[in-house]
């Protein structure tokens, strides 16, 4: 008896160890190297492509480009959904998440997010639900299994990617403070005094707030109120001007602390302006820019939260993106519903250049390799790539990438020279940029050569106007 309960006890220990074996860990690495081998043997002639294939005819082209399609990303979930939100991982180049939602507010319903590795194209890596449809994200530029995420609902929420559960690690609630409205855009903030982790987050209900992750919530503090304006410049004879920029405070009065009368007349409107995108200066790092679904965009800073150290008036529809320039601290972009991509210095009160691209503009995005390249994606299915120091009116790149879908955001490859676009029937194509378009891509430019780069480009204008 004793021989046979010995024999039992040590068949089913055996029969525990194989099971915990084939549910380890290191069993599970084994079968994502394995499936990622299998997947690049299957789309070996694309992987070559995307490693090794330079298009010969650039050489016979200057001034133009072309983009090469590579992989589509996209899963049987994502299919109803449309892509709203892209952002790559700093630390992990070849990982980039997905964010599914709808912009239609008739037909709302649950939310996803993917994060898809170029290494594995055939499925994502991770995969988490919401109740609610993902509307923005972010991954943390140092704690790089960290993402924060903005819903339509008005709950932000961060995300460990290591995490097996489908479950945030943390989320906003009506108790410790929630935007009313969808959250349309969410950024890290990076600062070495803070000892807390915690990110920036706007809304439709007029409000940036910064969220600060403790020990076992998110508290909400709000930075600023984004209040409607209307502006109007008036010379002596009280005739309208037009449309002008509005300056700070310090601008209406003058040094005897007196009303100056040649300062534009600012009216607050009852109500507060819909928030749709912002972003903080590489350099200032109090500085950040709104752009509003009025059209507008505010200069902001962090210390003054009761008012706009500059509004910027030029756009006529909503504002879809705002993004300072990675090398020049003056210099940013923006794009609107209103078919136009906008260049901006934030020292001068109207646009520096504009281009009319013909197409609702739904993204714009700086290249991470030059001052002076960049990309914009617009509602006909189109990406156009423009090299502001060879040609400053036409793009070198209008290539159609999607067929009978919208675009809706697209982002560059910090490391590679890839770019990613989703779109509205829940694809993520990747694109190779083709030699003329990454012309700086290969070189070791420094910061000051981009710097000088865009200041000519800025001299050049100024001496034609």
Known sequence: KNKNTMNATYSSANQQNQDDMVHSQRMGNALKILERMVNQNSDDEI????????????????????????????????????????????????????????????????????????????????????????????????????LAVGCYDGTVMVFDVRNKGNRPIYASSIKTGKHTDPVWQVTWQVEDLAKELNFFSISSDGNVANWTMSKNELKMEQIMQLKLVSVTTSNSNGSSLGNNTISNSSSHTNNFGGINTDAPEEALMSGLASGCCFDFNRVYEHLFIVGTEEGNIHKCSKAYSGQYLETYLGHHMAICTVTWNPFHPRVFLSCSADWTV????????????????????????????????????????????????????????????????????????????????????????????????????????????????????????????
């Open 47 to 146: 992987f070559q492509d995307f490693k090794y294939w330079e298009d010969a005819s650039d050489t016979f082209r200057d001034g133009e480009g072309s983009l090469l399609p590579l992989w589509r990303f996209h899963t049987e979930r994502s299919k109803r959904k449309q892509v709203t939100a892209l952002a790559w991982n700093q630390n992990y180049p070849d990982l980039f998440a997905v964010g599914y939602g709808s912009y239609d507010f008739m037909r709302q319903g649950t939310g996803m997010i993917c994060c898809f590795s170029l290494k594995n194209t055939s499925n994502p890596e991770y995969t988490f639900a919401t109740e609610s449809g993902v509307m923005c994200l972010d991954f943390h530029p140092e704690q790089c299994s960290l």
């Open 342 to 465: 906008k260049l901006w210095d934030y020292s001068l009160p109207n646009a520096v250049m504009s281009f009319d691209l013909g197409n609702a503009v739904g993204d714009v995005a700086w290249s991470p390799y030059s001052a002076t390249v960049f990309a914009a994606a617009t509602a006909d299915g189109k990406v156009h790539v423009f090299d502001l120091s060879i040609n400053k009116h036409e793009p070198l790149c209008e290539q159609k990438v999607v067929k009978r879908a919208k675009i809706t955001h697209l982002s560059f490859n910090k490391r590679d020279p890839i770019l990613i676009v989703g779109d509205d029937r829940g694809g993520v194509n990747s694109l190779k940029l083709s030699p003329n378009l990454r012309t700086l891509y290969a070189t070791n430019t420094s910061p000051k050569d981009h710097i000088a780069n865009m200041d000519k480009i800025l001299t050049s204008l100024d001496s034609k106007q």
